[in-house]
């Protein structure tokens, strides 16, 4: 991993007295280490990938105060860690991005929830929801509430969020469940600060070892007969005691309200910053949060205490509930609540808001109107109604003008990008080939379903691709590509896909992004990560890395993959034989291509800050770029197609007898070489030049260039 997280380390250090300020992920981690935490674990994804990123590179500080850190292979090994909870009094935290990683854990979880905890257990989830949201919107409130696992939300602001992990392991304990703390995006990257405290070094830990094994207890199984016992003993027991301890220590909030204080607002503790911001604009808060509507902040959403909130609702002219996303189990669970006492407060929700979708502030403005209108007229400005009409005439005005909506701007894989040119010439084979049916998969390769290669049919998970062709190869024509980054492979794609297609002896094509990285969470390293050892004369690492490592082309042999090629990416023409091979040979088994390249992103940050060292001491430096001979372009673009390089476009034609914008390589191209190879292996117009840019040149160099300019003035005036 190549990002330094060593500010953050320095933050972690902090003791009493002393503020920490910064990023709502980072105060969380700091709060894990001052709740006394034994074990951390977990799997990278936005928004939550900091936290282990920076705990796993805080290794040696967490050594001294001995809390174990496990860089998990998946989230269902990170939820699986947290059995040592189940007998044992130690506090555990694993991570992960949710909805998917709570999918992939989910097994675990049920079989965590049945027996209960004995030691704290916190669950850290990114919820990936809204905008900016980079997977299916679906909520964890679902998880919480069929395993019995407490689910808090806390209130996006630093000591809140620190004040709920360290009462979310007391929940946990008190109440036998583990508890699951879910964070929006917004809630990831809020930045405040809040006084730190020392951190609490655990008692059960690396440094003080547990002498024996606890004594055999089947009631610790999630097994039957027991598994019975523990049904009854969630309702009956556990989740009552969870509601006592969320009333006893005040854990939801209730704000009074000032001259529209019979008017009640029920909110998601994440969504309360929006709702302040929504409520400004009618006037109706002030930028400290004080509010003239009463709101109940629901810091914990499961359990939901029915009392509390009946006691909220009662003698309320009405009640807007905030909940985001479907479905609506907050509000169907209140109405149930508010029924069952026969209250007969207005209870709004859904019917004002929208089912599903990120709330912003002006979607909540939207809803607050709709229930101020129906409660309270008077409570609403006319400049509010008019702000929301001016935006929505706005929008409507330039679809007009454009004559359609927006166009989108996806994202696209990085400059020089080692997975480009695997596309490229994935479409150069099905030229030859025909078009094939293809099993796309998590990861950076992902981009490639848009322009201009929009490949993929599917998309079925994490690791996913090559068991997700299992139902669809038998009945094609052509054979189907799977592809899969070493990511993914290593997540899930090994068992689920590999080894499934090998026992069932399929007819499978299965394509290997071996990159060194999880790159699309964050550039994180795994099993397969290059060596980083070499050196330069001058002791310098890093300026020579090469891709040796050979780990998972081992455990596809070890396996029994009988066809299997390693190609590099950039040797275009060589990747689209070996494709094309695959799609024709008469070989009936697996056949697996492993497309080695690294990450240009890591390969930069690594040779970047080497080249500059070099050259600051005043060591020979060359650098490779692209160009595009413009009197040689012939205006067809079809090299733009072919490899999609954002550094790769278009510059109006300097001859003013052509019509026809020309290509260029603007500043940016990290000479990746993609550009040469596709005009050889599609025969395209010779219009690309390759240029050595040397700096700090030697004098035989020097001499050499300066006769060859020479030489270039004679023959131009010739
Ligand atoms: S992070 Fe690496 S693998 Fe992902 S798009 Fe960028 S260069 Fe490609
Ligand atoms: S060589 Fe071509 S594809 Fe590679 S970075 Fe430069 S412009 Fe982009």
Redesign the pocket.
Known sequence: MEVSFHEEIKALRLGQGQTFHGEGILAITKALLQSGVSYVGGYQGAPVSHLLDVMVQARPYMDELGVHVEACSNEASAAAMLGASIHYPVRGAVTWKSIVGTNVAADALSNLSSPGVTGGVLIVVGEDYGEGASVIQERTHAFALKSGMCLLDPRPDLPQMVHMVEKGFELSEASHMPVILELRIRACHVRGSFEARDNVAPHWSKQNLIPDPTRFDYMRLAHPPVTFVHEKLKSQERIPAARRFITEQGLNETFAGSEHADLGLIVQGGLYNTLIRSLQQFGLADAFGQSSLAIHVLNVTWPLVPEALTRFCAGKQAVLLLEEGQPEYIEQELALALRRQDLQTPLHGKDMLPSGGEYTAEVMASGLMAFLERHRPSAVPESTRQWLQGNAARRQAVQQALGTPLPARPPGMC??CPERPVFSALKLAQQDVGPVHISGDIGCHALATFEPFSVGHSILGYGMSLASRAGVSPLMKRRVLSVMGDGGFWHNGLLTGVQSALFNGDDAVLLIFKNGYTSATGTQDIINTPEDTAKDAAGDKRQSLVHTNQTIESTLKGLGVQWLRTVHTYHVEEMKATLTEAFTTGFQGLKVIVAEGECQLERQRRIKPWLASLQARGERVERVK?GVDEDVCNGDHACIRL?G?P??TLKDNPDPLKVDPVAT?IDG???????GANAHAATLCPSFYRAEVVQNARWPERLKGRLQAAARRLLQKA
């Open positions: 400059i020089g692209y490899s390089c550094t790769l390589v191209c990290v000479g990746c070489g993609l550009c």
